[in-house]
């Protein structure tokens, strides 16, 4: 059952043909009183206590505007933590310092990035939770495919957002032809998502590595069904999102790198881009497999297994690419959600607090 607009997609007629609940009428009472952290964690609290898509709608809102404040008031000169602590040791498959949640902290992460480029958390997100969201992709993949214009799912698997202007999201007929769906246009899975990082405490943890509270993207924010038969192509993420400071929580749910499409990666501090071009390269950003060889030294290029729920951080310089083979038999669900500092924050990209 789908329930329609008076326009598509807009975020106001969606109230004007719902009775607004009283935690929604609360949030507002905060944001009009310009505190939209508080309406944040508001409406949080009460769609844990009882899922309503309204109240997830109203939360994307909120965090909308909360990421616009963010830009807006960016510290001057934030600075990451020391990385004054171990790194801890590589994994014998993935070759990636590897951890649990608990071990979590800012100066971790920090120390881990300059000598890895990376840091493995095993089960970041717990089995169950984790399947549960590769099924909801496939959802809402069906969802956009049966909708018409001027239509909407009242469940919002699939909802797009319209950003306040002049923010827009020209990616997104890009983004679905690479198999994925954005975040920010599946209210429900957004939630989800969030959740359970806050749940990780990674809300903490990116600000502590930020020095500064991170926004996400509607852009760099993907939920995403990788094929066996599609190949990747190796980059680093800033040269295409200029100068930026970051932090990718790129999440697996599904059991990959074996049986379905992983990540290749260079597991290696890089301090810059590495050459573009070269042999088997067609994007103005893809590097060749021989030079990622190359920065990958006596470490090698390696194809980490992830079993749901495991999730790589990583920056915006390391080198990766989509691990894929047609002879693996299962297609991989995960999550691709770019933290970014306010204070640099890539040009265009919608805002959205954590
Ligand atoms: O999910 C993938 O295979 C690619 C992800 C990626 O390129 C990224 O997270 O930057």
């Known amino acids: 059952m789908f329930f329609r607009r008076k326009n598509r997609n807009s975020e106001s007629s969606t109230a004007a043909v719902e009775e607004p609940l009283p935690q929604t009428l609360d949030a507002r009472s905060l944001e009009a009183d310009g505190k939209l952290f508080e309406a944040i964690d508001l409406l949080t609290e009460a769609n844990r206590a009882g899922r309503n898509p309204q109240l997830e709608r109203e939360l994307r809102r909120i965090r909308h505007l909360a990421g616009i404040e963010l830009l807006e008031n960016a ?8 990385a004054d602590v171990e790194v801890p040791a590589r994994g014998e498959q993935s070759l990636c310092p590897e951890i649990t949640p608990d071990q979590l902290t800012p100066e971790l992460v920090r120390a881990a990035f300059l000598e890895a480029g990376c840091l493995l958390v095993r089960d970041l997100m717990d089995d169950e939770k984790a399947l549960k969201l590769a099924a909801d992709i496939d959802r809402s993949f069906e969802i956009r495919d049966a909708l018409g214009e001027g239509e909407s799912d009242p469940d919002g698997y699939y909802d797009e957002m319209e950003p306040e202007p002049p923010f827009r999201i020209p990616e997104r007929e890009w983004v679905e032809e690479g198999g994925g769906v954005l975040a920010l246009d599946s ?9 359970a990082f806050e749940n990780a405490n990674l809300r903490g943890v990116i600000e502590g590595y ?4 991170p926004a996400i993207s509607a852009q760099k924010c993907t939920l995403r069904k990788a094929m066996p038969e599609v190949s990747g192509g190796w980059h680093q ?9 970051s932090l990718n929580v790129w999440l697996s749910l599904s059991r990959c790198g074996d049986v379905a499409p992983s990540m ?13 071009g070269g042999e088997g390269t067609y994007l103005d950003f893809q590097i060749s497999d021989a030079t990622a060889e190359k920065a990958a030294g006596d470490i090698g290029v390696v194809r980490p297994i992830f079993n749901p729920g495991d ?6 310089l390391f080198l990766h690419q989509t691990g894929s083979d047609p002879s693996m038999p299962n297609p991989r669900y995960a999550i691709e959600s770019w933290f970014f500092g306010p204070s640099k924050y890539p040009e265009n990209y919608v805002p959205i607090a954590f």
Do not use: N
Not at 210 to 213: D, S
Not at 237 to 245: L, S
Not at 271 to 276: G, P, Y
């Open 187 to 195: 209210p429900r899975m957004l939630f989800d998502m969030l959740d």
């Open 210 to 213: 930020m020095g500064e509270k």
């Open 75 to 82: 510290p001057a000169e934030p600075s990451f933590p020391d």
């Open 311 to 316: 999730a790589l951080l990583f920056d915006h």
């Open 237 to 245: 993420d800033g040269k295409f999102m200029g100068e930026v400071r």
């Open 264 to 276: 290749d990666i260079v597991p290696v501090r890089l301090e810059d881009f590495v050459e573009i």
